[in-house]
């Protein structure tokens, strides 16, 4: 009954209850049975098309075919399907999905399928976005009807909600550094020779053992000698990444805040890893562990992906626990990338462990203080400063670069990469 409630509250409805006045009290004045007819008339209409309208959305089915996942930042087509399983014909129905924040429709107010008939289906699209990692919920479908009067309007739910993952976008590494310059890809934990690189350097002597396949013809024939093409010799590397998920470190506003700066840089580095044919072990330990291994760019890209587009700062032990859990495990040689906003004294310690046991580490500070003051909370902010300033030279005096990221500008851009 809100729907008569509503229409007698609006424009139409006021007109409406003036005309069946106006003819009720012309019939009773003349006493004029026509009258009294048309008043009936009247009167009835609205109600006629108040129980048709009742059935304008049910026997509907509603179908969605969409992509389970996508990048931040990406465009894809989502197809809505109608079908009108009863014997009713159904004048109009205008559809839309429900959205969560941070998915966006080229349509929010939906689509309009009109005369539809018994058996019928109709299929609509529209274009979705999805502007920041995460897990969304996709529906359920929206679904709005009137009746053939125009007076009333109607409102229901069709099919199930869906599953959208958006992934994240590291961004591209292709010559990263740290700190003392030292090169991210001869950084290695256990490093190994590839047999053939791809970079040529120089061409030589042929020399009993060289592969006849490495053989330069062209200047083989010049000189009337062999000699073949000696190219660089790659070097496969091995990397620890160490993401903070602890509950709290989160700090800044929408797409600005530690936590997603820090899963864009904890993915442009294990993406240049498995890039340079290394392997990459992620730790980041939450109220759900996302931890994993990466070796091959096809099989493992996309669980790394799943597993940062879930990751949240959750996580009930403090990061220099979780850091000091893995420590024992890094050998001499080894390189580990320490992601975090985290200033507590015992990270110093642990870094510089590792520095005198000769892993290289390298921190990447997510200054929490830029974030807060971005987001508006200047008093935090100010209170931050100082232990940033603190906690970069104590890092410092380990041995160990650290670079700190800051808010408003490109994370990996910050680390080196573009």
């Not at 053989?215 to 073949?228: D, L, M, N, P, Q």
């Not at 800044?252 to 072990?281: F, M």
């Not at 008093?379 to 700190?404: D, M």
Request: net charge positive.
């Amino acid at each position: 009954m809100s729907e008569v409630a509503g229409v007698l509250r609006s424009a139409k409805g006021l007109a409406l209850v003036l005309v069946c006045v106006f003819f009720f009290s012309v019939a009773f004045v003349l006493g004029a049975k026509p009258l009294y007819l048309m008043f009936a008339a009247i009167v009835a209409a609205p109600l006629v098309s108040y129980g048709i309208g009742l059935t304008s959305l049910r026997r509907l089915r509603i179908e969605r075919r969409m992509a389970g996942h996508m990048s931040e930042g990406e465009v894809q087509m989502v197809q809505l399907r109608v079908s009108n399983t009863g014997r009713l014909r159904k004048l109009y129905v205008r559809l839309a999905d429900e959205l969560p924040a941070w998915l966006e429709s080229d349509a929010p107010a939906g689509h309009l399928v009109a005369d539809l008939g018994a058996g019928e289906s109709a299929e609509v699209t529209y274009r979705l976005t999805g502007l920041k990692r995460g897990v969304y919920r996709v529906g359920p479908v929206r679904l709005y009807a009137g009746d053939p009067a125009g007076l009333f309007d109607y409102r229901a739910r069709g099919s199930d909600a869906a599953e959208l993952v958006v992934y994240p976008v590291g961004g591209r590494v292709p010559a990263l550094s740290f700190g003392r310059g030292t090169p991210f890809a001869a950084a290695t934990l256990g490093r190994r020779p590839v047999a053939e690189g791809t970079d040529f350097r120089s061409i030589r002597e042929y020399r009993p053992g060289d592969p006849l396949r490495r053989i330069h013809w062209k200047s083989s024939a010049h000189t009337g000698r062999f000699t073949v093409i000696e190219f660089e010799e790659s070097l496969a590397s091995d990397v620890a990444v160490a993401l903070d998920l602890t509950t709290g470190s989160e700090v800044g506003t929408g797409k600005d805040t530690t936590l997603e700066y820090g899963i864009k840089i904890a993915l442009a580095i294990a993406q240049h890893a498995l890039g340079n044919r290394s392997s990459c072990r992620l730790t980041a330990r939450a109220a759900v562990d996302r931890s994993l291994r990466c070796r091959n760019m096809v099989r493992d890209l996309p669980k790394l992906l799943d597993a940062l587009a879930r990751a949240e700062a959750d996580g009930s032990e403090p990061f220099p626990a979780v850091l000091g859990s893995i420590a024992p495990r890094l050998d001499r040689g080894a390189v580990l990338i320490v992601i975090t906003p985290c200033t507590d004294h015992q990270l110093v310690g642990i870094v510089r462990r590792l520095v005198v046991n000769g892993v290289s580490v390298h921190v990447c500070c997510l200054r929490a203080d830029t974030f807060a003051r971005d987001a508006g909370l200047q008093r935090r902010a100010a209170a931050l400063q100082g232990q940033y300033a603190t906690f970069a030279a104590q890092i410092a005096a380990t041995g160990a670069p650290v670079q700190e990221i800051v808010c408003g500008s490109d994370p990996v851009g910050q680390i080196g990469g573009r």
